[in-house]
């Protein structure tokens, strides 16, 4: 039984991750009707918004510490962090642990910024081209913008610490009864399945209650009609892109710590995330949550020691199997929607 | 002649001459100079040419013909390779039985992935195919490595043990042959100052991607190619006049899987080893990219795009910045390090900076790849040769 709420667990910071990018590849296609290669390339500039933030952060100039000495007895030159000047020491310090959970506010104007661009300079001229065309570009986009990346912070993995107050990890066996440091789970973990629900949350809120959802989900229904109406849905669809790449990018900023970012980490995730789309049906929002936690718990018990005895492997395809199992049973997926992408 | 009309059949003429002489078209630098970086004309890389010109000419043969985008190909490359290097291992080290058992695999390969994927079209049809070489990657990584060697792959050793031939005794690794004819043996040629290199291995390669490129001419121009591009311009239509395409999409599909199998166990042919790397899902890409960037749905649009990445791959990784210096020195001093500064991301490591900017050009401007830009070239000048006749017949009238 411990094992299993472990096991669940372990799933929920992956399948946090999967529900997000699934989520925002849905509102795209939901919307555009585009199919974005580069959206995991998304979650990666999303996730180098971090590191850039903490080197912009721990910048530093060198000082001449008098009172310590190095080994050979000369004065040590130690690096004091600009920000230590501007609001005293222990505040700097703070802000420096702090860094990733203050990435998110630098992240959303520089996503939103990205998703914008990236719709009106080269998705807009690509509706009415077919979907292999859409694919295509984007994957070329992919291609440049994660090479951009790796061209500015080389190929190796940047490890971006969590503050120190969630390094730690919680002791759920403790709590739920069962015998202590049997189901112990990082507190960053905790925080980025927390994270993932607020934003999941705040955009179905978004898309309910309020008016400009409210035009939205009308033009996802039937975008010529909104368009008759006199309402300008090009523009908000716009902005949807924007919001979709926002929620890309946070996806990556707060997985920096569970997983040391690099430049290729966007299409291991995005390979799956398409899968998990698929699975949840093109086009329905929360069908995308729903499979990304799925396939993010599944994968998780795949990965258990007694399973991999009996089936040696199967963690590493258990993703594939399902989607291929549920194309073939159910082709619009668990929740899809009829007449999306049905020929 | 050969069953094919006047202009297939020059452009057959062609693609034969350019594979025989490629040895002296690809070298047209001498030994030494500093142009010499940019010979392309040496038996690895002009392998590498026609092995990928098969690759994606069958690739082609799905996605330029019926318009499915499949992001899998390499699985069925990655197989073949596999089936080639144990017939290698196990049988002989001749590459005949290595490269029939790895078209075979890998057409069995694809009848199964293909039947499964082909129920649905579009985005699930490329999504279905990269979940399937995704699988594959995996399982070879993991799973399967008894059969794949992992992480390592597997590689000819000096104690495999070999039906149909003695085991050597020295100790030293058999290598691949045809009939006794080494692959790695070469012949080479010196005129004056340049060399020519004349590679058994690149031949035989290349004979077999000419076989490739003729039966490709054939499907095109057959009435089963008919149906395929059929499928491409209104599956639905097909549909209603109560003709099934399922059959004819699903053998597209095994072909080109065949193909992908024979480009497969050419490379073992060629190389002697194999890994897991060769199915990740950007080989898959690659393929992609090579048809687009010479024309999907062309005839000969894929072999230039095959022979173009892989030239220029080759190539512009090979630039440094001190061979940038060399090209910019006459420029002043500042103006010399700011262009040098500018150009230094795109060569080297930061190739595939390049590919893909140049393939995102050519998908946004150029759909129809170089072939396209080719024509509307040729256009161009055709319609100045004509508005030129015009202007001298309006007089006359």
């Known amino acids: ?343 | 002649m050969l069953g094919l009309t006047k202009k297939d059949l020059n452009l057959m003429v062609i693609v034969v001459a350019l594979v025989a002489l490629a040895p002296f078209i690809l070298n047209p630098f001498p030994e030494g100079s500093n142009m010499a970086q940019f010979n392309a004309g040496y038996p690895d890389l002009m392998q590498r040419f026609v092995i990928f010109g098969i690759f994606a000419i069958g690739f082609n043969i799905l996605f330029g013909l019926t318009g499915y985008l499949s992001f899998g190909h390499a699985a069925f490359l990655g197989v073949g390779s596999y089936a080639a290097i144990w017939m290698m291992k196990l049988l002989t080290t001749n590459i005949i039985p290595a490269m029939i058992m790895a078209v075979v695999v890998a057409g069995v390969f694809s009848l199964v992935v293909g039947y499964i994927s082909l129920r649905r079209s579009g985005i699930y049809f490329s999504i279905l195919t990269l979940a399937f070489a995704q699988m594959s990657f995996a399982m070879a990584y993991s799973v399967l490595t008894p059969l794949t060697g992992g992480e390592t792959g597997l590689q000819l050793k000096a104690n495999d043990a070999r039906i149909l031939e003695s085991v050597p005794t020295d100790g030293s690794i058999s290598r691949a042959n045809f009939f006794g004819l080494d692959m790695t043996s070469s012949y080479e040629l010196s005129v004056g100052a340049w060399q020519f290199t004349f590679n058994t291995g690149y031949y035989i390669a290349g004979i077999i991607m000419l076989l490739a490129f003729y039966l490709s001419i054939r499907i095109f121009r057959s009435p089963f190619g008919v149906m395929l591009r059929a499928v491409k311009s209104n599956q639905n239509r097909m549909n209603y006049t109560g003709l099934n395409s399922r059959p004819y999409t699903l053998a597209a599909f095994v072909i080109s899987g065949m193909y992908a199998g024979l480009a497969g166990g050419l490379m073992v042919a060629m190389d002697t080893q194999v890994g897991p790397e060769r199915m990740f899902w950007t080989a898959s890409g690659e393929v992609v990219l090579m048809t687009i960037l010479g024309g999907a749905g062309t005839l000969i649009g894929p072999v230039l795009g095959a022979g173009m990445i892989k030239y220029m791959e080759n190539i512009i990784s090979k630039i440094n910045s001190s061979i940038l210096h060399q090209w910019f020195y006459w420029l002043p001093d500042g103006m010399e390090d700011f262009v040098v500064a500018i150009i230094y991301p795109f060569i080297g490591k930061g190739w595939h900076l390049t590919l893909g900017i140049i393939f995102m050009a050519v998908v946004i401007f150029l759909p129809g790849g170089l072939v396209e830009g080719g024509q509307r070239i040729a256009r161009l000048f055709g319609r100045k040769k004509e508005a030129a006749k015009d202007a001298q017949s309006t007089p006359a009238e």
């Open chain 1, 1 to 343: 039984m411990d094992a299993l709420i472990l096991q669940i667990l372990n799933g929920l910071d992956k399948g946090s991750a999967y529900a997000l990018i699934a989520l925002g590849l849905t509102l795209i296609f939901g919307t555009l009707g585009v199919v974005n290669f580069a959206h995991g390339a998304l979650f990666m500039i999303g996730a180098f918004c971090s590191v850039t933030l903490s080197r912009i952060l721990t910048l530093s100039y060198t000082v001449i510490d008098e009172s310590q000495t190095d080994f050979l007895g000369n004065p040590l030159k130690v690096d004091v962090p600009y920000i230590h000047g501007w609001l005293g020491k222990e505040t700097g310090d703070v802000i420096i642990d702090w860094a990733v959970p203050l990435s998110i506010i630098f992240a959303i104007p520089v996503m939103i910024g990205i998703g914008v661009l990236m719709e009106r300079g080269l998705i807009k001229h690509f509706y009415k081209r077919p979907h292999a065309d859409q694919i295509l570009v984007t994957f070329g986009l992919a291609i440049v913008l994660q090479e951009i990346i790796k061209y500015f912070y080389g190929a190796n993995p940047i490890p971006t610490p969590a503050p120190a107050a969630f390094t730690g990890s919680f002791d759920f066996g403790a709590m739920l009864g069962f015998d202590p440091n049997t189901i112990i789970y990082p507190y960053w973990r905790l925080v980025y399945f927390a994270f993932a629900a607020v934003i999941i949350g705040a955009v179905f809120a978004f898309l309910q209650f309020t008016t400009f959802g409210m035009v939205v989900r009308a033009g996802m229904a039937d975008r010529e009609t909104v368009g008759l109406l006199g309402i300008n849905i090009d523009k908000r669809f716009t902005i949807m892109f924007g919001i979709a790449a926002a929620v890309a990018g946070l996806a990556g900023v707060m997985y920096t710590p569970i997983n040391s970012p690099n430049y290729s980490m966007g299409m291991d995730f995005l390979v799956l995330s398409f899968v998990v789309v698929v699975v949840g049906g093109m086009g329905s929002l929360p069908g995308a949550v729903l499979a990304g936690f799925l396939l993010g718990i599944l994968e998780s018990f795949a990965s258990m020691a007694i399973v991999l005895e009996y089936v040696p492997g199967l963690n590493q395809i258990i993703i594939y199997l399902v989607a291929i199992i549920i194309l073939l049973t159910r082709p619009r997926g668990l929740m899809g929607r009829k007449g999306v992408m049905e020929d």
